[in-house]
């Protein structure tokens, strides 16, 4: 069972729930339908075979989907019926060899859908993603194939297995246990029922507040834009025609929309108003309501953990989670919440002696939050993005990235020759990944690197290809995609600071694929509150000296960025902490408190309400994520009892940067270099992650890393 599938039973009803739409049309009529044999094919050529990006045909995609679906299948039905007994070598690693044909065609799949989408490809992928889902739930419902997994997880065999081996037996029973596999009779029908239900009311919840959002605009008119940059101007006239109120301007209900009007606007009585709107999304007792269907979500989603052995619906959830119990990750928000909040009011002080200095007479409220911190911005953390800018050159920041990894991991990127790897766009450049010390090929490294119309928006990684070896060995192939403005011919490009982070972090996710030594595919797999770890962790290599020095250099004169400058940007990374840490935190706690009580009889208004006094909310800003429209945990599953995990992975990252900072070398330091490598990096989900955490570090992670790093004050210090 290889990286698709098992995602798909990572996430569960999650994926299940998305895909239930009707397909507007078949795509019938076309010419000569391609069988799709293109797209399934074994991958030739250098490097272990590569994906021939460069013979991708569109036509071929549905039978070659329907075709690699159908051979999986076949290959699962083999393995269920097989007359020998189970054993390790018949189930579990038959499984882990299944689904290879699929595979291939989903490498193509994620091309068309995030690098080169279209209408025609959105079309089939509307088509397809019932059949899709049809063939998940197919392979999760096996009760004959679970039976075996089963026999295999509780035999003598087991004990006589190495340790990514037994791994690798948990993990695979473990994904069909905790989705309802060990039922039978009425708890599975029971179990079956509260997941179409829980589909239809989740689906129902993202509706309503997709509805609020659309239903409620606020209109101004021209005297009232003061503040307002001219390009949200403009898009607001915009959305006013498109809405038939020509002439006007449309504050969409949004956060997009919103945020920078509270920001901007000095319109206060509009940013009340506009506050309150967007507030009050699936929470106005009118069909759009939200609050009964928390009270019916949180209530089968309890029963659900219940008819499976579980206290409550946090518990189940975060069995399988780095942090594995709710209680541990309750005690890291309580932990930080007191500074929080202490934070907060000394913000709140700082604004409100702004609005003083003013002469306004207001007593700031939750719509001046955003406005007066721009001015406390401006005010103290001044950053003049522009400069910073002319230092952030994107062929530099690449070579600081392959020097990163050069120290670090050992690897060493050399650009393939030219033509010798397929590629789906001219943009794309290709890397060979060796072992510095050995030349050992490791992997290919594809970058696509510029914005591009059908491309997705923002940056992201991937792997077409991940490393193997218990059927001889299998290589990497991982990606890199951004969206960067492509300069003029012979000018070098320049990236923001924000984006040169993105960059180091996607990077980050890549040089974990890299660094992979597993045997199985099956434990490539990722841990929602662990993966961005390594990822987060590589944007600190961004403001190392040796960086700095070598590579942030401005694109005219050569000279390294001024340390007044770098000073100022570490200053701006704890501008408005305070809010941003309390508003995440005030809805990452709530999601925990509803998920890890009995939610007979309740109601979400009052509930919320009354834990945010408890909590003592300060009353200057509100949740990120209010109940009505959190639709991270109650839209799909998806961040339900997860919304903690942000935070997790910050603490991580925060304790693991300190652990460089006091190396005797560094960031740079060669033996914290190698742990951090063969414990964090390499094991992928080969070992538990906090037992990995504690390899690296002697110890668990400590939160008061993260308070330093926010600014905070730490009790005792
Ligand atoms: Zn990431």
Same mark, same amino acid.
């Given at each position: ?48 075979? /590569? ?127 905790? *989705? ?64 038939? &109120? ?211 928006? +923002? ?12 059927? +001889?060995?299998?290589? /990497? ?98 501008? *408005? ?47 990120? &994520?209010?109940?009505? &429209? ?14 903690? +995990? ?72």
């Amino acid at each position: 069972m290889r990286k698709n599938l098992l995602t798909a039973w990572v996430v569960g009803s999650t994926i299940l729930a998305s895909a239930c739409t009707e397909p507007s049309s078949e795509m019938t009529n076309k010419k000569t339908e391609a069988d799709g044999s293109t797209l399934l094919a074994e991958w030739t050529g250098p490097y272990g075979g /590569v994906p021939a990006f460069d013979q991708m045909d569109l036509e071929a995609l549905k039978p070659a989907l329907e075709t690699g679906m159908a051979s999986s299948l076949a290959e699962i039905e083999a393995i269920a019926q097989d007359p020998e007994p189970p054993t390790f070598e018949n189930t579990i690693l038959a499984m882990e060899r299944s689904g290879s044909q699929l595979d291939r065609v989903f490498a193509y799949f994620g091309i068309w859908s995030s690098n080169r989408s279209t209408p025609e490809f959105r079309e089939i992928q509307q088509a397809m993603a019932p059949k899709l889902a049809e063939f998940r739930s197919k392979i999760t419902q096996n009760a004959a194939l679970f039976e075996r997994i089963k026999t295999v997880y509780e035999s003598d065999e087991m004990q006589s297995l190495d340790a990514q081996q037994q791994r690798l037996v948990w993990l695979t029973y473990d994904g069909f246990a905790r *989705n309802g596999a060990t039922l039978e009779g009425e708890p599975k029908e029971r179990y079956a029922a509260i997941n179409q239900r829980l589909a239809e009311i989740h689906t129902q919840f993202g509706n309503n507040v997709l509805a609020d959002e659309e239903g409620y605009v606020t209109y101004v008119n021209a005297d009232q834009l003061d503040g307002l940059s001219e390009s949200f101007v403009q898009a607001a006239a915009v959305a006013a025609t498109d809405r038939d &109120h020509e002439g006007e301007y449309a504050i969409t209900n949004t956060r997009s929309s919103m945020d920078p009007f509270l920001t901007f606007s000095s319109e206060r009585d509009l940013r009340e108003q506009v506050w309150r709107t967007y507030y009050s999304r699936g929470d106005n007792g009118d069909e759009h309501d939200n609050n009964a269907l928390i009270a019916e979500i949180l209530q089968l989603r309890h029963e659900r953990v219940q008819l499976l052995g579980h206290d409550n619906y946090a518990a189940w959830r975060l069995e399988d989670r780095m942090a594995k119990t709710p209680e541990k990750a309750l005690a890291l928000m309580e932990a930080v919440w007191p500074a929080a909040i202490a934070r907060v009011a000394e913000e709140v002080a700082d604004m409100q002696a702004i609005a003083d200095r003013e002469g306004t007479g207001i007593t700031i409220e939750p719509w001046d939050y955003r406005y007066y911190a721009e001015k406390v911005r401006q005010d103290k953390y001044d950053l003049d993005s522009d400069e910073v800018k002319q230092y952030m050159q994107l062929g530099k920041l690449r070579e600081a990235m392959f020097f990163v990894a050069s120290e670090l991991f050992n690897f060493e990127f050399t650009p393939v020759p030219d033509g010798s790897v397929p590629i789906f766009h001219p943009d794309v450049m290709v890397w060979e990944v060796t072992d510095k010390t050995s030349g050992d090929h490791i992997g290919l490294w594809y970058l696509d690197p510029f914005a591009r119309p059908g491309k997705s928006s +923002g940056a992201w990684a991937t792997t077409y290809r991940s490393h193997e070896t218990f059927d +001889g060995k299998r290589t /990497v192939l991982g990606s890199n995609n951004s969206n960067f403005i492509k300069g003029a011919p012979g000018e070098p490009v320049l990236v923001s600071w924000d984006d040169a982070r993105t960059f180091f972090h996607e990077f980050g996710h890549a040089l974990h694929y890299f660094s992979s030594n597993v045997d199985y595919p099956s434990l490539n797999g990722g841990v929602r509150d662990y993966t961005e770890f390594q990822s987060q962790l590589l944007e600190r290599w961004l403001l190392t000296d040796e960086v700095i020095d070598n590579y942030l250099v401005h694109h005219q004169t050569g000279e390294p960025i001024p340390a007044e400058l770098v000073t100022k940007i570490k200053k701006a990374a704890t501008f *408005n902490q305070g809010f941003s840490t309390t508003e995440y935190l005030a809805s990452a706690l709530l999601d925990m408190k509803y998920h890890t009580m009995d939610p007979t009889g309740l109601d979400a208004d009052t509930f919320e309400r009354q834990a945010l006094e408890e909590l003592n909310m300060p009353k200057e800003l509100p949740m990120r &994520h209010r109940s009505p &429209h959190f639709g991270h945990i109650f839209r799909n599953e998806g961040y339900a009892a997860a919304y903690y +995990g942000y935070m997790w992975a910050d603490v991580l990252t925060a304790d693991a940067a300190e652990a460089f900072e006091q190396a005797p070398g560094g960031y740079y330091d060669k033996e914290l270099a190698s742990k951090l490598v063969e414990h964090l990096f390499a094991p992928r989900n080969a070992v538990d992650p906090a037992e990995a955490y504690r390899a690296f570090r002697g110890r668990d992670a400590h939160m008061e890393a993260l308070m330093r790093d926010r600014g905070f004050p730490v009790p005792g210090e």
